[in-house]
């Protein structure tokens, strides 16, 4: 969901309160809009302290990070997966990487705050490496 549309809901739930309730329901209305946005900072505050405990730009599997991320995730989202604050790599596009024991690393591109694009890097100790069919 864009901000506008958000934004377009929370006043909307104010037209509709005052058109039924009155002041009272404007109220009402604004409690819920304030509710509701104290929940979405409670939850980028979780992620963010999740994240602040463990070393930057680390995640156990690349591989498995790589994996798990699809187009349109939002920052948080992918602070959430990795449970690691990433190792920003460029300004534009903002890429920022993440890096595992094994020296694999999955670089992600944002725009506007969600991924558009990501990559997986190979260390050259598993590069050459073939699992035996």
Known sequence: MTAWVGWALAVAALAVGYAG?????????????????LLQFSRALRALR????RPVGQVPNAVMLHAKLRRGLRLPQVLA????LGQRVAEEPETW???????DAVQ?????GRVTAWRLQRSDATAGHRSPN
């Open 108 to 112: 992600v591109e944002l725009h506007d």
């Open 97 to 103: 990487a993440w890096r595992d024991a094994g020296g």
């Open 81 to 84: 997966l990795t449970r690691s």
């Open 21 to 37: 309730y009155g002041w009272p329901g404007v109220v009402l209305a604004l409690g819920v809009v304030v509710f509701w946005l």
């Open 50 to 53: 999740q994240a602040s405990g």
